[in-house]
């Protein structure tokens, strides 16, 4: 596939505001543990974990917990607890059912208010939290913590408001290179660049997957600091398939460095006997860009994975 012709798909990714876009998830990129603080209200409510196959999550508690009080359907998750220390490790056995609800109830050894708490585990075939940091908090903090929430929740949906205003209406699909040109995708001898991969000599999968990639293009957008790849992937398996998105798709190259990935486009569900196309984005400069990346997206609802070696740019 030549460039030029290459083009129109990624230019209308780049400039559709249309196609389904899944915003990556930033906590995958803060180091360290993820804080949850308890109220007397946020008690009652059960509280979203992300677990993973590949590795346990730990949750660690301010406070000692009751003898046996720690509550997991043991058919799908190991668990290891040290009461006196406030820690559970929690480690998966299988996948339940995707309409089977996952729960862990945590029950605290001194209530002071606060009997217990419920985590509703959801699964992700590639990331999952490494520590959950639990702190309960007096009731008389309560309400000031209420109202910061309220306040930041407040914050967040006027910067939606103005970024939709700055947006603007929806865009035209591009036309012709004029339209590249007016986009900010080519010019001054730049533009956008793409390679065929070869199944066998460039890439490879992993085996015993029900997702297969028949052909692969990379593209490189220089003017943007992007870089994609187009995969067009069959599907052996009756259930239908669809990536969970831009916060559980990697790129990864050898050294183990990770691109951040910033959109997964997938017009339609992947089903049996199908082919279908899958797009995933992400920034990287040239040097960024250099060398084999692995792809890994999950999909949104179960563990199945669609894994592959050897994803090279131009």
């Given at each position: 596939m030549s460039p030029l012709l290459a083009a129109p798909l990624l230019l209308t990714l780049l400039t559709d505001p249309s196609a389904p876009v899944w915003p990556a998830s930033e906590k995958w990129d803060m180091p360290g543990a993820r804080r949850l603080e308890l109220t007397a209200e946020s008690a009652k409510v059960q509280h979203?974990?992300?677990?993973?196959?590949?590795?346990?999550?730990?949750l660690v508690f301010d406070t000692p917990l009751q003898p046996g009080g720690v509550e997991v359907d043991e058919r799908w998750v190991k668990k290891a607890v040290n009461e006196a220390e406030g820690m559970v490790m929690l480690r998966l056995a299988g996948v339940p059912p995707p309409d089977e609800p996952l729960t862990v109830t945590v029950r605290f050894a001194e209530a002071q208010g606060l009997e217990r708490v419920t985590f509703r585990l959801r699964v992700h075939p590639i990331r999952g939290e490494h520590e959950v940091q639990v702190i309960r908090q007096p009731g008389v903090c309560a309400s000031s913590n209420q109202e910061a929430r309220q306040q930041r929740e407040r914050a967040e949906r006027c910067e939606a408001a103005r970024e939709r205003e700055r947006t603007g209406p929806e865009?035209?699909?591009?036309?012709g290179f004029s339209d590249f040109v007016d986009a900010g995708l080519v010019g001054d001898g730049a533009g956008i660049v793409g390679r065929k991969l070869a199944l066998g000599r460039d890439f490879s999968q992993r085996p015993g997957e029900t997702l297969v990639v028949w052909e692969a293009y990379s593209y490189r957008v220089e003017r943007r600091g992007l870089v994609a790849a187009e995969l067009h992937v069959d599907s052996t398996d009756t259930r239908p398939w669809v990536a969970e998105g831009a916060g559980v798709a990697e790129l990864v190259?050898?050294?183990?460095?990770?691109?951040?990935?910033?959109r997964v486009w997938q017009p339609e569900p992947l089903v049996a006997g199908t082919r279908r196309l899958l797009v995933v984005e992400a920034e990287a400069t040239v040097a960024q860009a250099r060398g084999s990346f692995r792809l890994e997206l999950g999909e949104a609802e179960g563990a199945r994975t669609l894994t592959v070696r050897g994803v090279t740019f131009p």
């Amino acid at each position: 596939m030549s460039p030029l012709l290459a083009a129109p798909l990624l230019l209308t990714l780049l400039t559709d505001p249309s196609a389904p876009v899944w915003p990556a998830s930033e906590k995958w990129d803060m180091p360290g543990a993820r804080r949850l603080e308890l109220t007397a209200e946020s008690a009652k409510v059960q509280h979203p974990v992300d677990v993973s196959p590949r590795h346990s999550t730990h949750l660690v508690f301010d406070t000692p917990l009751q003898p046996g009080g720690v509550e997991v359907d043991e058919r799908w998750v190991k668990k290891a607890v040290n009461e006196a220390e406030g820690m559970v490790m929690l480690r998966l056995a299988g996948v339940p059912p995707p309409d089977e609800p996952l729960t862990v109830t945590v029950r605290f050894a001194e209530a002071q208010g606060l009997e217990r708490v419920t985590f509703r585990l959801r699964v992700h075939p590639i990331r999952g939290e490494h520590e959950v940091q639990v702190i309960r908090q007096p009731g008389v903090c309560a309400s000031s913590n209420q109202e910061a929430r309220q306040q930041r929740e407040r914050a967040e949906r006027c910067e939606a408001a103005r970024e939709r205003e700055r947006t603007g209406p929806e865009a035209p699909r591009p036309e012709g290179f004029s339209d590249f040109v007016d986009a900010g995708l080519v010019g001054d001898g730049a533009g956008i660049v793409g390679r065929k991969l070869a199944l066998g000599r460039d890439f490879s999968q992993r085996p015993g997957e029900t997702l297969v990639v028949w052909e692969a293009y990379s593209y490189r957008v220089e003017r943007r600091g992007l870089v994609a790849a187009e995969l067009h992937v069959d599907s052996t398996d009756t259930r239908p398939w669809v990536a969970e998105g831009a916060g559980v798709a990697e790129l990864v190259n050898e050294q183990g460095v990770r691109l951040k990935v910033v959109r997964v486009w997938q017009p339609e569900p992947l089903v049996a006997g199908t082919r279908r196309l899958l797009v995933v984005e992400a920034e990287a400069t040239v040097a960024q860009a250099r060398g084999s990346f692995r792809l890994e997206l999950g999909e949104a609802e179960g563990a199945r994975t669609l894994t592959v070696r050897g994803v090279t740019f131009p």
